[in-house]
């Protein structure tokens, strides 16, 4: 009679135990359209993992309904409630590790985080900004690019570290800036690419694939550049089957 139980290899004797699904935090404040990116490879089992938990420090944040209809823990929990950031990164840091997190993925989350929050997780949380690092490190990326005229921008994906924006990026995905170019239509096109490259690097994290250093990222061993891995305009317009010849 066959019972049911670990996979045996008969010819060496060994009994497997069946790999634990890799289990992921998500951070946001706001509609959480990477968020939904990230839920969809997962739906098609292509993020390498399970998102257990979606947090907001904001109730009325879109992405939690997204959660919701997704099947996954949606929590509030709201950071005016706290005297200090300490505090309320201190309450976080607990409901993080409530659901023993393998990876924290932030998406949207709009707070500085406090040293101590940082260092409790370092190594295991990445970062989406909407530009093409180091440059236009902080807010209003768009309208700071077509400011000074930029032919290029983009977004990058980032090790979180205690320096705002400076963690070690991961992979870059790039964008030609057209004539004419407006904050909106500069804002879609780059939102394109941030929902088609933060899968990529969560599942390498989710993989054993991408890993932190005290020297910088790496990726199956190997040291990844400054700029991390790079998509250029005419490779991330082929992946989104977008006109790459965006001046014509």
């Known amino acids: 009679m066959n019972e049911r139980g670990p996979s045996r290899d008969t010819l060496n004797d060994f009994a497997s135990e ?23 490879e997962q739906t098609h089992d292509r993020l390498g993992g399970e998102i257990v938990a979606v947090i907001s420090n904001q109730p009325t944040a879109f992405g939690l309904i ?3 209809e997704a099947g996954i823990d949606a929590v509030v929990l709201p950071h005016r409630e706290y005297d200090s950031r300490e505090a309320y990164d201190g309450a976080l840091i607990k409901v993080i590790e409530r659901h023993e997190p393998d990876l924290i993925v932030l998406a949207g989350f709009m707070r500085i985080l406090t040293p101590r929050f940082v ?21 209003h990326t768009h309208a700071r690019a077509l ?12 090790f979180v570290t205690e320096e705002l924006d400076g963690g070690p990026v991961v992979i870059q995905a790039a ?18 690419r941030e929902h088609l490259i933060y899968p990529i690097a969560v599942k390498w994290c989710l993989e054993g694939r991408l ?6 990222a790496t990726l199956d061993g190997m040291p990844l550049p400054p700029r ?4 250029s305009h005419a490779d991330a317009a082929e992946e989104l ?8």
Do not use: W
């Open 18 to 40: 069946p790999a634990s699904t890799r289990r992921v935090v998500v951070l946001i404040s706001g509609s959480g359209s990477n968020l939904q990116a990230l839920i969809d």
């Open 66 to 68: 997204r959660a919701k």
């Open 119 to 139: 260092q409790r997780f370092l190594g295991r949380m990445l970062n989406i900004h909407p530009s093409l690092l180091p440059a236009y490190q902080g807010l």
């Open 147 to 158: 400011a000074d005229g930029v032919a290029e921008h983009g977004c990058s994906v980032h």
């Open 175 to 192: 964008v030609e800036v057209a004539e004419g170019e407006t904050e909106a239509t500069l804002k879609e096109k780059v939102h394109a």
């Open 211 to 216: 890993q932190f250093t005290p020297e910088g």
């Open 228 to 231: 991390g891995v790079c998509l």
């Open 241 to 248: 089957d977008e006109d790459p010849d965006v001046r014509a």
